[in-house]
C-alpha cells in the first residue's frame, strides 16, 4: 500500500486531498496545527504540532511499521502562513508570511535529507504549493492581458512578500532535488475555491467573502469591494484543483513548476454580480480604496494542457453554485437567530 503525508491537512486544500488519497487506496497522515474546520478528517492517523519546529519535522516524517524505519512514497507540503487580500497585501503580516512558511519548507527539505541519507534511498517525491502570487508585477499591469506563463517570472518582481516567500521557496526545492536528487514537483496554484474553505475571519479569499457577503445582504443592498472592480482573475474550483495535482504526480515526469489554474478571466464586479445572480438577489456594488494586489491575473495552461492532454472541466459558474450553497448555510447555521434555537 502506497502512503502519503500532508502537511497543511487542517486547511482547506489539505483536507480535500486527504479525502482523493483515502480514495485511491493510500495510507495517509496529516499535520497541522489544527484540525480541520468543517469535517473531520478520514486520514489515517492525524498528528496537531507545529512544522516550524524541526525535532518535530523530523519525527513526523519517518514512519515506522512493524519497528522498521521507513518513509512516505509522497509528502504533499501545502502548509503556509497565508489568506487573502486583506491579510496578505496590508504589510501588517509580511514577517510572519517569511518567516513562518520559509522555516517550514527549510524544515521539510532538511529533514528528508537527513532522512534520505541514514535510510540509504532517495524515492519520497515531494510536492510543493507555490502560488500565482509569484509572478512579476510588472506583466500583470493590464486586466485583460496579464502574462503568467511559467517562464515569465524572471525578472523577478512579486507584489507583495507572499509571493517573494514562495518564489524564493521554489528555488529552496530546485536547489534540494540539484544537490541531493531530492524527487519534487512544484504546482503554481491559481486563486483556488470551493466548499469547506476559510469563509470569513480575514483570511478567506474573494469568492468566499464575496459568498459571505451577498447572503448575509438583503435583497436592494450594497456589497462593498476593494479597489475599482476591474481587476482581473481567474478562481479555479477545489476538484479540479485535486484533479490536477494528483495528474502533475502520477503522471508527469519534470518537476515544474507547472501552472494549476483555470483560464475563465473575470473581473471581481462581474465576480459579484455572478454571484449575486446565483444568490436571486438585485444588488448593487460600492467599491472602496483597500489591498487589491496586480491589476490581472489568468492562469495559463498551455505546458499542463499540452503534456497531459487535460484541462480544468467545472466552469466557474457551477462552481461558485455549489461554494455559494455551502457557505450560505454556513451563514444560515452562525446567524444569532440559529444561536438562540440551539
Known amino acids: 500500500m502506497k502512503s502519503a503525508l500532508v502537511l497543511g491537512a487542517g486547511g482547506f486544500i489539505g483536507s480535500h486531498l486527504v479525502t482523493r488519497l483515502k480514495s485511491e487506496g493510500y495510507w495517509v497522515a496529516g499535520v497541522d496545527l489544527k484540525l480541520p474546520e468543517f469535517e473531520e478528517s478520514i486520514a489515517d492517523d492525524f498528528i496537531v504540532g507545529d512544522l516550524r519546529i524541526g525535532d518535530f519535522v523530523d519525527r513526523i516524517l519517518e514512519r515506522n511499521l512493524e519497528g522498521t524505519p521507513s518513509i512516505f512514497d509522497e509528502v504533499y507540503q501545502l502548509a503556509a502562513d497565508m489568506g487573502g487580500a486583506g491579510f496578505v497585501f496590508t504589510g501588517e503580516n509580511d514577517a510572519d508570511i517569511l518567516h513562518n512558511s520559509t522555516q517550514i519548507n527549510l524544515n521539510v527539505l532538511n529533514s528528508i535529507r537527513k532522512i534520505n541519507a541514514r535510510l540509504n534511498r532517495n524515492e519520497t517525491i515531494i510536492f510543493y504549493s507555490s502560488?500565482?502570487?509569484?509572478?512579476?508585477?510588472?506583466?500583470?499591469?493590464?486586466?485583460?492581458?496579464?502574462?503568467?506563463?511559467?517562464?515569465?517570472?524572471?525578472?523577478?518582481?512579486?507584489?507583495?512578500?507572499?509571493?517573494?516567500?514562495?518564489?524564493?521557496?521554489?528555488?529552496?526545492?530546485?536547489?534540494?532535488?540539484?544537490?541531493?536528487?531530492?524527487?519534487?514537483?512544484?504546482?503554481?496554484?491559481?486563486?483556488v475555491y470551493g466548499p469547506n474553505g476559510t469563509w470569513r475571519g480575514g483570511r478567506e479569499k474573494a469568492p468566499a467573502a464575496i459568498c459571505r457577503k451577498v447572503s448575509s445582504t438583503p435583497n436592494e443592498g450594497f456589497i462593498e469591494i476593494w479597489g475599482d472592480g476591474k481587476q482581473t482573475r481567474s478562481f479555479l474550483y477545489i476538484d479540479d484543483c485535486i484533479?490536477?495535482?494528483?495528474?502533475?504526480?502520477?503522471?508527469?515526469?519534470?518537476?515544474?513548476?507547472?501552472?494549476?489554474?483555470?483560464?475563465?478571466?473575470?473581473?471581481?464586479?462581474?465576480?459579484?454580480?455572478?454571484?449575486?445572480?446565483?444568490?436571486?438577489?438585485?444588488l448593487f456594488i460600492k467599491n472602496l480604496q483597500g489591498p487589491v494586489g496586480v491589476r490581472g491575473r489568468n492562469s495559463d495552461n498551455t505546458i499542463f494542457q499540452n503534456t497531459l492532454n487535460w484541462n480544468y472541466q467545472i466552469t466557474i459558474l457551477e462552481g461558485l453554485s455549489r461554494t455559494y450553497n455551502w457557505i450560505e448555510s454556513q451563514v444560515k447555521l452562525n446567524s444569532p437567530s440559529a444561536e438562540l434555537e440551539n
Open 131 to 191: 502560488s500565482a502570487c509569484v509572478y512579476p508585477e510588472h506583466n500583470q499591469l493590464d486586466p485583460e492581458n496579464p502574462n503568467c506563463q511559467e517562464d515569465s517570472v524572471y525578472p523577478a518582481a512579486p507584489d507583495s512578500e507572499y509571493g517573494w516567500e514562495k518564489l524564493y521557496s521554489e528555488r529552496l526545492y530546485l536547489a534540494y532535488h540539484r544537490n541531493y536528487g531530492i524527487p519534487i514537483r512544484i504546482a503554481r496554484y491559481h486563486n
Open 243 to 282: 484533479e490536477a495535482t494528483r495528474r502533475f504526480m502520477v503522471n508527469l515526469k519534470f518537476n515544474g513548476p507547472i501552472n494549476i489554474g483555470s483560464e475563465e478571466m473575470i473581473t471581481i464586479n462581474e465576480l459579484v454580480r455572478l454571484i449575486a445572480n446565483i444568490a436571486g438577489k438585485n
